[in-house]
Nanobody, 117 residues
């Protein structure tokens, strides 16, 4: 089992920045891919970015390149999502997830991000 706990959500004004954190614990997750997703009210869950825990290599959804940055800190077992120049369209619940070779199988509880105009 892998446990994921997100934090850092909250209310931010348009144009502002926010950094989300995901604390990772549990079984050996060094081989896992860590991802960030979001789900806005009435919309499907949307992929944002992923990072290979071991190599640090990253991949972003095309629409998220430039404003979002995923990173991880190995000593603290934390994955981050830095979000810049935010807009009300970024309002959503943000989730951290982990997978091995297949689908994302571990999910956090989510953290709410609200961007005011």
């Amino acid at each position: 089992q892998v446990q994921l706990v997100e934090s850092g959500g909250g209310l931010v004004q348009a144009g502002g920045s926010l950094r989300l954190s995901c604390a990772v614990s549990g079984r050996t997750f060094s081989r896992y891919i860590m991802g960030w997703f979001r789900q806005a009210p009435g919309k499907e869950r949307e992929f944002i970015a992923r990072i290979n825990w071991t190599s640090g290599s990253t991949y972003y959804a095309d629409s998220k390149k430039g404003r979002f940055t995923i990173s991880r800190d190995i000593p603290t077992n934390t994955v981050y999502l830095q979000m810049n120049n935010m807009s009300p369209a970024d309002t959503a619940v943000y989730y951290c997830a982990a997978r091995g070779v297949g689908e994302y199988e571990y999910w956090g509880q989510g953290t709410q991000v609200t961007v005011s105009s």
